[in-house]
Nanobody
């Protein structure tokens, strides 16, 4: 019933930029936020950034502050992640997910939430 579809992943050189999109449909007031996660081989999935579904609040993990910007187009039901000054360490599969949790101290989701299939971001020279 809730569907999330990511797009925008690509191969980019260090220092380059990408904009990821998460198209969400079927959301209800039960979903407080949308979260961008990423997972690289051998690493745990981490919450990168999140935004409340009304667009009023955002959160960024320390490693992307100043480089990434999350936004939402409520009319389109789409969440964007603008990624600038990309580094090889940003290479990962990026996924978006719904969240019923507060984002005051981080971005959280779990297996009971809706998840997209992910989009590959590769930063390499």
């Amino acid at each position: 019933q809730v569907q999330l579809v990511e797009s925008g992943g690509d191969l980019v050189q260090p220092g380059g930029s990408l904009r990821l999109s998460c198209a969400a449909s079927g959301l209800t007031p039960d979903y407080y936020a949308i979260v961008w996660f990423r997972q690289a081989p051998g690493k745990e999935r981490e919450g990168v950034s999140c935004i409340t579904t009304d667009g009023g609040r955002t959160y960024y993990t320390e490693s992307v502050k100043g480089r990434f910007t999350i936004s939402i187009d409520k009319g389109k039901g789409t969440v964007y992640l603008q990624m600038n000054s990309l580094e090889p360490e940003d290479t990962a599969v990026y996924s978006c997910a719904t969240s019923r949790f507060s984002i005051a101290d981080g971005c959280y989701s779990d297996e009971n939430e809706a998840w997209g299939q992910g989009t590959q971001v590769t930063v390499s020279s």
